[in-house]
């Protein structure tokens, strides 16, 4: 039996791989860095399936509203000609493709090995509320040092494009 | 109905692209692209995992606190990526080759 819930799941989990595939793959980088932002909403589509809208909004705001849009702008910043091309030798591609069926087919035989895949699904989803007691109380000093990370990450990121201002007077 | 397994058949698949990607490119766009790719598998993995085996939160908030340190990361290797191009005119990985002894 079909239902509304395996249509969705079937059509994002297509929108999740073919958006990565076509990241990789699309010849211009913008086109792929687009590729990019679907296969990340596509995710956030899988959250909300998962019944946790919480993360899947999170995911939305984040993902597909900060990190695909700074992606695209570094990809128009540094635009050009050399810029698009991608090296690609045969052997390479080879490789590559043999060492992703390979990590695709170990994953596999693992999941049919493992018993703990037969469970079925909890009868209530895990309640969203639950996070902010996580976050405020039992991973609050992660929560500081997440901060931390995040105001070095940005101040790093400022003084590598302040070191190249000075560069051009 | 869906099952765990389903979510991650997608998960690996993700994750299958995200490693070709990585052997594959040598465009440090593209190896961005890959990385993030790697970390979504894994955030889909922790949130099925939550959802059929674990009665409270715990996975959402530890996905919470991966996207959040994804992001940090995607920011400082766009600045290094910009700062690469501006440098030498090119992102290909094999030819950034100043800090090699």
Same mark, same amino acid.
Request: glycine share 0%; charged share 30%; hydrophobic share 45%.
């Given at each position: 039996m079909v239902d509304l819930t395996d249509i969705v799941f079937v059509g994002m989990s297509v929108v999740v791989v073919g958006g990565a595939i076509s990241a990789l793959e699309a010849r211009e980088i913008v086109y792929g860095a687009i590729g990019l932002a679907f296969s990340f909403f596509g995710v956030a589509g899988l959250f909300f399936l998962l019944d946790a809208p919480f993360v899947a909004v999170f995911q939305i705001t984040v993902y597909v509203g900060a990190v695909a849009v700074l992606i695209l702008f570094t990809v128009m910043l540094v635009r050009e000609g050399r810029w698009m091309r991608d090296s690609l030798s045969s052997t390479g591609r080879l490789v590559g493709v043999l060492t992703a069926v390979v990590l695709a087919v170990s994953l596999a035989l693992a999941f049919a090995a493992s018993? #703990? #895949?037969k469970t079925a699904e909890q009868a209530t989803a895990p309640s969203f509320t639950g996070i902010g007691q996580y976050i405020a109380v039992q991973y609050a000093p992660a929560l500081e040092l997440l901060g931390l990370v995040l105001a070095a990450a940005i101040l790093g990121a400022m003084m590598l494009a302040k070191v190249e201002r000075k560069d051009k007077p | 109905m869906i099952t765990l397994t389903d979510y991650l058949v997608v998960s690996g698949a993700l994750f299958a692209v995200g490693a070709y990607g990585l052997v594959t490119k040598r465009n440090a766009m593209r190896l961005v692209f890959s990385v993030e790719m790697l970390i979504n598998a894994a955030n889909i993995n922790f949130i099925a995992f939550n959802r059929y085996l674990w009665p409270e939160a715990l996975g959402q908030t530890i996905v919470l606190f991966s996207i959040a340190l994804a992001a940090g990361e995607a920011a400082v290797i766009l600045a290094v990526v910009v700062v690469a191009y501006r440098l030498?005119?090119?992102?290909d990985v094999s030819e950034l080759r100043s800090l090699e002894g």
């Open positions: 018993s #703990l #895949l | 030498h005119e090119d992102v």
